[in-house]
């Protein structure tokens, strides 16, 4: 047994797996290690790794680099999907001495025998049919608020996607072990949980190792609106194909459900949609943002969506520019679409060039700042209520409205973590929103 010391963690990529970096934490704690932070020194560091973009797999070398000059002789494992698609890859990165895979990641302290430094790093990775369990997960201590993974996998076939390749197929967590974690998230005083998932609008395939539904998104939506102690549930992302008219109006009338919601697009051109083996049309998705505006007139509403994939034309992408444009959204988080590897996309003519992707990326961000503005506007002299963040910024504290409208106020320790009805006021030249409080 080797002497226990401290580690230390770096998580790229998605909520799914801020949740799941902390679970692996934690499996090191209960084991003796202390955790420090990833700028300190440290006998270990973790690197919790993305496969969704090329930027993602170029961060890594650079982490790398960044824990290597902190301490040269540091032991560096790395994990998550990029660890699952290419374990040989990562493993020949210099100072990289341990890479593990989908199933092997939840056990990494039982891999690391000593903290010698390899020559080459050395790989366990199970092949993804094997990963036909499911590790129940989520943050804590690391936020105001939590990240609780409530499904996995995901049996979709998108063409530009890894995320089945890297992470199996879809599966959930039983609904009586997602309300236990949602307690023990609440009994830390955490005001805020953030459902996460691969796909979770899927959730109750695989609830109990078998392939039917034993469960709906709904039911777990339901229960957890029951459970005591929890201020806000919010919804991560989840597919317009799979958020149900019941699930919309029971979360506009619900006691713990905020209305913010954050609904995959990905293209506005139908024709493009089929070719990315998207399971809805754009006017599924119009009729989603009409509902949810009937019931909840100030939910917030992000939109995910991807310029240059292959044969998007300049016709193709002004109809998704201007279908975003005339729909009533709030903001917009926009992919480049990159090459990966096993991909059906990746074999698809009418590439992109470079160029046009970033002035396709750059017309769509301006959008989103557009729309964002507007989305602020609407809400200001409206009485919200905002949680606010731990972290001292430039002499600010920030927080969130329930209906994801971010604002800023002189910082005060005494508002970390608490919620406060407000009104809101006037948008700053920083695009955040000015308040004043409500007198209780």
Not at 272 to 291: F, G, H, P, T
């Amino acid at each position: 047994m080797i002497n226990k010391k401290k580690v230390a963690f770096y998580t790229l990529g998605c909520k799914l797996n801020f949740a799941e970096t902390s679970t692996i934490a934690r499996s090191f704690e209960e084991d003796g290690y202390t955790r420090v932070d990833f700028e300190d020194p440290a006998d270990i560091y973790v690197i919790n790794t993305c496969s969704v973009t090329e930027n993602a797999d170029k961060q890594f070398k650079q982490i790398v680099r960044k824990a290597l000059k902190t301490n040269p002789k540091a032991f560096l494992a790395a994990v998550g999907c990029y660890a699952q698609l290419k374990p040989e890859e990562l493993a020949s990165v210099d100072g990289v001495d341990l890479v593990l895979g989908a199933k092997e990641k939840f056990n990494i302290t039982q891999y690391i025998d000593d903290l010698t430094k390899n020559n080459e790093g050395i790989v366990h990775s199970c092949e993804i049919a094997e990963t036909d369990f499911y590790v129940g997960s989520y943050s804590i201590g690391d936020r105001t608020r939590a990240f609780l993974k409530v499904q996995d996998g995901c049996d979709y076939k998108c063409t530009y996607c890894t995320i089945p390749m890297a992470r199996g197929i879809s599966r959930s967590d039983t609904i009586e072990n997602i309300l236990a974690n949602a307690k023990k998230i609440s009994d830390k005083g955490i005001k805020e949980i953030v459902l996460t998932g691969v796909n979770i609008g899927d959730y109750g395939k695989g609830e109990f190792g078998n392939k039917k539904h034993e469960h709906t998104f709904l039911e777990l939506v339901q229960a957890l609106d029951k459970v005591e102690g929890i201020e806000r549930l919010r919804i991560s992302s989840i597919e317009p194909n799979l958020i149900k008219d019941e699930t919309i109006d029971f979360i506009a009338q619900s006691k713990a459900f905020v209305p913010h919601f954050h609904i995959p697009l990905q293209s506005g051109s139908n024709d493009i949609l089929k070719k990315m083996k998207r399971r809805y049309l754009r006017e599924l998705y119009v009729s989603r943002v009409a509902k949810i505006r009937e019931v909840m007139p100030d939910a917030c509403i992000g939109v995910d969506v991807i310029v240059g994939f292959p044969g998007e034309t300049d016709e193709h992408f002004l109809e998704t520019y201007h279908f975003l444009n005339e729909l009533d959204i709030s903001y917009l988080h926009v992919f480049t679409y990159s090459e990966r590897d096993n991909t059906e996309a990746v074999l698809m003519d009418g590439v992109v060039p470079d160029a046009v992707r970033a002035k396709r990326s750059k017309m769509l961000r301006g959008l989103s700042a557009k729309k964002r503005n507007a989305f602020y506007e609407s809400q200001l002299g409206k009485e919200k209520t905002v949680l606010f963040e731990s972290d001292n910024k430039q002499g600010y504290i920030h927080g969130f409205t329930e209906n994801y409208v971010k604002v800023k106020a002189p910082w005060d320790p005494a508002l970390v973590n608490t919620l406060h009805k407000v009104r809101l006021t006037k948008i700053d030249a920083d695009g955040m929103v000015r308040f004043e409080f409500i007198p209780a």
